[in-house]
């Protein structure tokens, strides 16, 4: 399987501004803050500029809000257009059609991203502006009281508490204390939430994908929570293309749960991540049945019907399983995406 035609389908998402559209897609011909994330964090531990261009493009986006950022750091937002936007144009402009924008996962996301990329090369910060802003995202999440506050999750549905929502903030208000000031308690407050939920991911859903990302890559719980997280997704989400979301999910349910192709690398990563390679190479075969031999891996099969649905190729789909067969392929300590150029 030849893993350059990721990075040649990955380039057909990459736009001038470093930033990745979501999918070629029409419905998904956008960017959303976590799936540039996702889409460039097989580059985050690697000399590849894909990671710096794309948080910075992200970082000059929020700069045009900032005077929104500046408000709802001092005043809670009570509608959701009043929320940092979780998806924009191509130009990254925000767009007037009503969405679920309160994805609190989003800004942990892209401050994880951000702390763990300065680590390895201090060039994805460019001056001070760049740490104002961070500064003022960490404060946009103090306002929220991220730790209770209610948002749309990783999948952008019903206002709920959401562990993996309050587990991404809580591993980027970590990744950043260094660079920008945080206060003890920001990350004290989400971790007792934490506490509280797990290992359910909301009071509607008792386990959830989005909850693996608290494993990989966030790696914010300990070993028990991950296993149980891990062997909960495995033993109750895996079909044959993918994994279900959760129980019931609705969005191309055509008969079953639809099955999302960047389950199988995600998990893989997750149990390369607890050191169980033995159980990691399973998903080596499962990821190479989802992956054409042109590399553009679906978001989902749709449920009942066993097709892709029409986001074809999903760049965070392509992202995870390069990401981990690259990495089962080197199957060293540098693994999380070192070799990977």
Same mark, same amino acid.
């Given at each position: 399987?030849?893993?350059?035609?990721?990075? *040649?389908?990955?380039?057909?998402?990459?736009?001038?501004? !470093? #930033?990745?559209? @979501?999918? $070629?897609?029409?419905?998904?011909?956008? &960017?959303?803050?976590?799936?540039?994330?996702?889409?460039?964090?097989?580059?985050?531990?690697?000399?590849?500029?894909?990671?710096?261009?794309?948080?910075?493009?992200?970082?000059?986006?929020?700069?045009?809000?900032?005077?929104?950022?500046?408000?709802?750091?001092?005043?809670?937002?009570?509608?959701?257009?009043?929320?940092?936007?979780?998806?924009?144009?191509?130009?990254?402009?925000?767009?007037?059609?009503?969405?679920?924008?309160?994805?609190?996962?989003?800004?942990?996301?892209?401050?994880?991203?951000?702390?763990?990329?300065?680590?390895?090369?201090?060039?994805?910060?460019?001056?001070?502006?760049?740490?104002?802003?961070?500064?003022?995202?960490?404060?946009?999440?103090?306002?929220?009281?991220?730790?209770?506050?209610?948002?749309?999750?990783?999948?952008? *549905?019903?206002?709920?508490?959401?562990?993996?929502?309050? !587990? #991404?903030?809580? @591993?980027? $208000?970590?990744?950043?204390?260094?660079? &920008?000031?945080?206060?003890?308690?920001?990350?004290?407050?989400?971790?007792?939430?934490?506490?509280?939920?797990?290992?359910?991911?909301?009071?509607?859903?008792?386990?959830?994908?989005?909850?693996?990302?608290?494993?990989?890559?966030?790696?914010?719980?300990?070993?028990?929570?991950?296993?149980?997280?891990?062997?909960?997704?495995?033993?109750?989400?895996?079909?044959?293309?993918?994994?279900?979301?959760?129980?019931?999910?609705?969005?191309?349910?055509?008969?079953?749960?639809?099955?999302?192709?960047?389950?199988?690398?995600?998990?893989?990563?997750?149990?390369?991540?607890?050191?169980?390679?033995?159980?990691?190479?399973?998903?080596?075969?499962?990821?190479?049945?989802?992956?054409?031999?042109?590399?553009?891996?679906?978001?989902?099969?749709?449920?009942?019907?066993?097709?892709?649905?029409?986001?074809?190729?999903?760049?965070?789909?392509?992202?995870?399983?390069?990401?981990?067969?690259?990495?089962?392929?080197?199957?060293?300590?540098?693994?999380?995406?070192?070799?990977?150029?």
């Amino acid at each position: 399987m030849n893993s350059n035609k990721a990075l *040649e389908v990955l380039d057909k998402m990459r736009l001038p501004n !470093g #930033a990745y559209t @979501a999918s $070629l897609s029409t419905d998904y011909r956008f &960017v959303w803050i976590r799936d540039v994330f996702y889409t460039v964090l097989p580059f985050i531990y690697c000399p590849s500029n894909r990671f710096d261009k794309a948080i910075q493009s992200l970082f000059d986006m929020f700069k045009s809000y900032e005077w929104k950022i500046d408000i709802h750091t001092v005043k809670k937002p009570s509608l959701l257009f009043e929320y940092i936007h979780s998806r924009y144009s191509q130009d990254l402009k925000e767009m007037d059609q009503e969405w679920g924008h309160a994805q609190n996962d989003a800004i942990g996301a892209f401050l994880w991203g951000v702390g763990e990329r300065y680590k390895y090369n201090q060039k994805v910060i460019r001056d001070k502006k760049d740490l104002q802003v961070l500064q003022k995202l960490v404060n946009y999440l103090e306002c929220l009281e991220y730790w209770n506050a209610k948002d749309n999750g990783m999948w952008e *549905e019903a206002m709920e508490l959401h562990a993996s929502s309050v !587990g #991404a903030c809580v @591993a980027g $208000l970590k990744s950043v204390q260094l660079l &920008v000031h945080v206060k003890n308690e920001l990350i004290q407050n989400g971790e007792e939430s934490l506490r509280k939920l797990l290992p359910r991911e909301s009071e509607h859903k008792e386990t959830d994908l989005a909850l693996l990302s608290l494993v990989y890559p966030y790696r914010i719980i300990n070993r028990k929570m991950a296993l149980k997280i891990v062997d909960d997704v495995s033993n109750n989400h895996e079909r044959i293309y993918g994994c279900i979301r959760y129980k019931n999910d609705m969005y191309y349910n055509e008969g079953k749960e639809a099955e999302w192709c960047f389950g199988f690398p995600w998990l893989g990563l997750c149990y390369m991540e607890l050191g169980m390679m033995e159980k990691a190479a399973e998903y080596v075969s499962k990821t190479q049945r989802i992956v054409p031999h042109n590399w553009e891996v679906p978001e989902l099969y749709i449920g009942g019907k066993n097709k892709p649905n029409g986001n074809t190729p999903l760049a965070w789909s392509v992202a995870l399983s390069y990401l981990f067969l690259e990495s089962m392929k080197h199957n060293n300590n540098d693994y999380h995406g070192k070799q990977v150029s």
